[in-house]
């Protein structure tokens, strides 16, 4: 089975632009989480999506935003950049029952916001 | 907010040497993972731990989720330059969620 895709993988910005990432999970997996990774924060949970719903959501604010199609892939989207939302993107599947199962990270899709 | 705190945040070592890293919390958790990622890559899970007091082993990994299920440690023995790389634990919220609360990591080095 093909891992955890993430497009693109390098992206460098503006401020004030917006931004679109995209991630394929694992086939069959249905469950898709969203990181945002930095020196400074770690790893911090963005959102979760389960069967195109949003079952989760981070403390971020609402420049950042995610949804799911019906094919279980992700996207999610960051208006009106800024200088801190540098970062390494990552995104996570898993088959979907809560509780169980491991997540599979993808590499990442590295931001830089000039 | 629930936090986890991992130390040391940087380990240097040579190959052969011992070493313990170590993921505290005020908080319970459901489960306790750990991971290790590369540069370039993203996290890759080593193990997952769940009852309180549980120790598992990984070769010369050994992890153990604290009796409270609020702390965790991950012994290497006879470190080796494969070894190098970011150790982060991670604690799951819930069942209910696949969110994951991360520590702060570990940066480890081991030197042939």
């Known amino acids: 089975k093909a891992g955890v895709t993430q497009t693109p993988r390098y992206l460098i910005k503006t401020r004030g632009q917006q931004v679109t990432l995209s991630c394929s999970p694992i086939?069959?997996?249905?469950?898709v989480s969203w990181y945002q990774q930095t020196p400074g924060q770690g790893l911090q949970f963005l959102f979760e999506?389960?069967?195109?719903?949003?079952?989760n959501k981070g403390n971020f604010p609402g420049r950042f935003s995610g949804r799911q199609f019906s094919n279980s892939r992700s996207e999610m989207n960051v208006s009106t950049l800024e200088l801190g939302d540098s970062a390494l993107y990552l995104c996570?599947?898993?088959?979907?029952?809560?509780?169980?199962?491991?997540?599979?990270f993808g590499p990442g899709t590295r931001l830089l916001v000039l | 907010t629930q936090l986890l705190e991992q130390s040391p945040q940087f380990l240097s070592i040579q190959e052969g040497e011992n070493l313990t890293v170590y993921c505290n919390s005020s908080?319970?958790?459901?489960?306790l993972q750990w991971y290790r990622q590369e540069p370039g890559e993203g996290p890759v899970l080593l193990v997952t731990?769940?009852?309180?007091?549980e120790v598992k082993k990984l070769k010369r990994l050994t992890f153990q989720f604290g009796d409270a299920r609020k702390d965790s440690s991950l012994h290497i023995t006879a470190a080796q330059p494969g070894d190098t790389g970011l150790y982060l634990c991670?604690?799951?919220?819930?069942?209910?969620?696949?969110?994951?609360?991360f520590g702060t990591g570990t940066r480890l080095q081991v030197f042939p």
């Open positions: 996570a599947s898993r088959p979907g029952l809560a509780g169980g199962g491991t997540q599979y």
């Open positions: 086939s069959g997996h249905r469950s």
């Open positions: 999506y389960f069967s195109e719903t949003q079952r």
């Open positions: 908080s319970v958790f459901s489960s």
């Open positions: 731990v769940v009852t309180g007091g």
């Open positions: 991670a604690g799951e919220v819930s069942y209910n969620t696949d969110k994951l609360i």
